[in-house]
């Protein structure tokens, strides 16, 4: 970005007035005085105007994915890897939104991609308690009392979880149950289940504060729209 448009954009001035501005050697780029308007502001430049930091603000972005299964949340991919959520949303998001957590390949369900920092932070941070619903189907069914037996383990101090609710899912048979997840990992469910003798067949995450699947497929993604944006970051 040209040095007179990014300092506009920092919402300091006018392009024009930023240009004068330039021209005058009232602006520092990494500490040196930059007279050119055209000027290609990087990354890493740290610029200055009239002794105070101008910056522009990254244009916050939020979308809702339904990842399928055998598809990564990692960033990198290496040689043979399966595929990643970055190539199935390419030209679909901004560049840097990014899944705001990691799901296990095998898993699928609701992600949030955000550039979004703080949303990310307020989401995911145990203290928050924000509610997840997963659906679990296992190969076998579950009793009651191994219901009940789970929640004792998910309530232990050693346990990474926290679980509100574990119940047989309606008109479902019982190997399929539903998980009300307020902290912890698919990965984390998984491992509960299969410590206690379970095969797991899928996990497939819902809902994710209060948002669900509704009209969005397997595979594709959908922006938010600002009431749920603001629900996300102010009210839930």
């Not at 916050?60 to 399966?82: C, E, H, I, M, W």
């Not at 840097?96 to 609701?110: N, Q, R, W, Y």
């Not at 190969?139 to 979880?161: F, G, H, R, Y």
Request: aromatic share 6%.
């Amino acid at each position: 970005m040209r040095l007179n448009q990014y300092i506009a954009h920092s919402g300091a001035c006018t392009r024009r007035q930023a240009g004068e501005f330039v021209k005058k050697g009232l602006v520092k780029v990494n500490g040196q005085i930059e007279t050119n308007p055209s000027y290609q502001v990087q990354e890493e430049d740290q610029v200055f105007l009239k002794g105070k930091a101008v910056k522009v603000e990254k244009k916050k972005a939020y979308f809702l994915f339904n990842k399928p299964k055998k598809v990564s949340t990692s960033q990198r991919k290496k040689s043979g890897d399966r595929k990643t959520v970055a190539e199935l949303v390419r030209n679909k998001v901004p560049k840097d939104v990014k899944p705001i957590e990691e799901m296990d390949s095998a898993s699928t369900g609701l992600l949030i991609l955000s550039n979004d920092q703080g949303l990310q932070e307020r989401l995911t941070h145990s203290s928050h308690q924000v509610k997840m619903v997963y659906q679990i189907v296992l190969e076998n069914p579950i009793e009651d009392k191994d219901l009940e037996n789970l929640m004792k383990v998910a309530s232990q101090k050693k346990s990474t979880l926290i679980i509100k609710g574990l119940t047989y899912l309606e008109d479902k048979p019982k190997n399929e149950v539903g998980v009300d997840l307020r902290s912890g990992s698919d990965k984390g469910l998984r491992a509960l289940f299969e410590n206690a003798g379970f095969t797991v067949v899928r996990i497939d995450r819902v809902s994710y504060g209060g948002l669900t699947k509704k009209d969005l497929p397997r595979g594709f993604v959908r922006p938010l729209s600002d009431k749920e944006v603001i629900w996300l970051k102010h009210f839930l």
